[in-house]
């Protein structure tokens, strides 16, 4: 299937399916990054595993609509408080509902990745969460400062070392260079198909430093309930060697969700090496459709 998009009010979100049956599940990405990062041979490996696949670009992101940011909006003033935000994360969450309602799907299995949205369909929505995934994630209920202490901040730093961008290659390299940090250590980086999806993120929509800023303040214009709401079956996916969220980010994630499986991948970064695509696909939870 190509292109298609589904309505949330005025917002308009751009999503894509692959597979034509099995058990429905919607890919949800966090800050920043298109629906292309979700690797095409990852979706097709679901698809073999009996899943139908959405992915879909959040607003504010690649083909779906964007909005115009109050200049000189930091992303920590936003994080804070600072300015009134564009939208919010139940905003966000109503984006994927969407999705959702366009294929028809009265519920679905959601996996996240370095997601608070995913976190936040769950306790806002369960009817529509079957089963839920949660990778390179730490709590979204803990507010600025418990998640702060979740976070390394090495990675930071260096990225805001990165040559400034301004040309289209410059956003691509960028693209590029800030995966790299992000990426697995303990496995091969994967320089084809990153630079590959980075000139393709480029070409759907010009990366936007705005984006940030509102999806963070998005996230705290939302005020959550507690993780012990979630009734999904839920498995949290860590990397031991994640540069950007510690191991603790996850383990708190799966303590506070009721019943939630716990795994933890040596050598794995922030994000989903093929290596442990199987194995991480043979432990999500599947959930039957209700009668």
Not at 227 to 236: D, K, R
Request: charged share 20%; proline share 8%.
């Amino acid at each position: 299937m190509g292109i298609a998009y589904a309505a949330n009010g005025d917002t308009k979100i751009a999503y894509e399916t692959f597979g034509t049956a099995g058990e429905p599940l919607l890919l949800v990405l966090g800050l920043d990054y298109q629906m292309v990062w979700w690797h095409d041979a990852f979706c097709a490996r679901l698809v073999e595993a009996g899943f139908h696949v959405a992915r879909y670009d959040n607003r504010d992101t690649g083909l779906s609509t964007h909005f115009p940011a109050p200049a000189g909006t930091s992303p920590w003033r936003a994080a804070l408080g600072g300015g009134r935000p564009a939208y919010t994360m139940a905003d966000m969450v109503g984006d994927g509902l969407a999705v959702m309602d366009a294929l028809g799907w009265a519920g679905a299995h959601v996996l996240g990745g370095t997601s608070a949205i995913a976190q936040a369909m769950a306790l806002l929505h369960p009817e529509r969460v079957r089963g839920l995934t949660l990778c390179m994630s730490a709590p979204a209920t803990a507010g600025l400062l418990g998640t702060l202490r979740h976070l390394k901040f090495g990675i930071f730093r260096e990225i805001r070392k990165l040559p400034r961008a301004t040309t289209p290659q410059e956003k691509v390299e960028y693209l590029i260079a800030t995966y790299r940090l992000q990426a697995s250590p303990g496995y091969p980086f994967p320089e084809e198909w990153v630079r590959e999806v980075a000139t393709l993120s480029e070409q759907r929509a010009p990366y936007d430093p705005g984006t940030t800023q509102r999806h963070l303040a998005a996230g705290r214009a939302t005020r959550l309930p507690p993780l012990s709401g979630i009734t999904a079956p839920t498995l949290v996916v860590s990397g031991a060697d994640d540069p950007m969220v510690k191991v603790s980010g996850g383990r708190a994630l799966a303590a506070q969700i009721p019943g939630a499986r716990f795994v933890l991948y040596p050598g794995v970064g922030h994000d989903l090496p093929e290596a442990i695509w199987d194995d991480m696909i043979a432990r999500m939870p599947r959930a039957e459709a209700p009668a």
